[in-house]
């Protein structure tokens, strides 16, 4: 199985930028593909970006496409979310774990970590 450690959140000032990472130990995520999840307070968890298992394709949810990238080393068995111009309502606990193409889908996954904070002031 895999152990997922999520780091890199904090306060940040509207338009700001921050890099989370996803370290995984336990096993190699090599053969997984791999997203990143938010929830914030009083609503559901909600998919965010994807990465194929070779790290060729990509996916964003509409609300993030332009301002965050999504990318991974294999080598390093760390997968990563730059988030460049932040907004109020990107403020969320991100989570990292593996996912089905195209579905999103984390059934079967139970490798969701701590999650990191993620704060945007305005």
């Known amino acids: ?3 997922l450690v999520e780091s890199g959140g904090g306060l ?12 995984a ?6 053969s997984y593909n791999m997203g990143w999840f938010r929830q914030a307070p009083g609503k559901e968890r909600e998919f965010v970006a994807a990465i194929s ?8 949810v509409d ?3 332009g301002r965050f990238t999504i990318s991974r080393d294999n080598a390093k068995n760390t997968v990563y979310l730059q988030m460049n111009s932040l907004k109020p309502e990107d403020t969320a606990v991100y ?3 593996a996912v089905q193409w195209s579905s999103w ?3 079967g996954y139970d490798y969701w970590g701590q999650g990191t904070q993620v704060t945007v002031s305005s």
């Open 105 to 107: 889908s984390t059934e």
């Open 12 to 23: 940040v000032q509207a338009g700001g930028s921050l890099r989370l990472s996803c370290a």
């Open 25 to 30: 130990s336990g096993r190699t995520l090599r």
């Open 95 to 97: 989570y990292c774990n």
């Open 1 to 3: 199985q895999v152990q």
């Open 53 to 60: 298992w070779s790290g060729i394709s990509v996916y964003y």
């Open 63 to 65: 609300s993030v496409k």
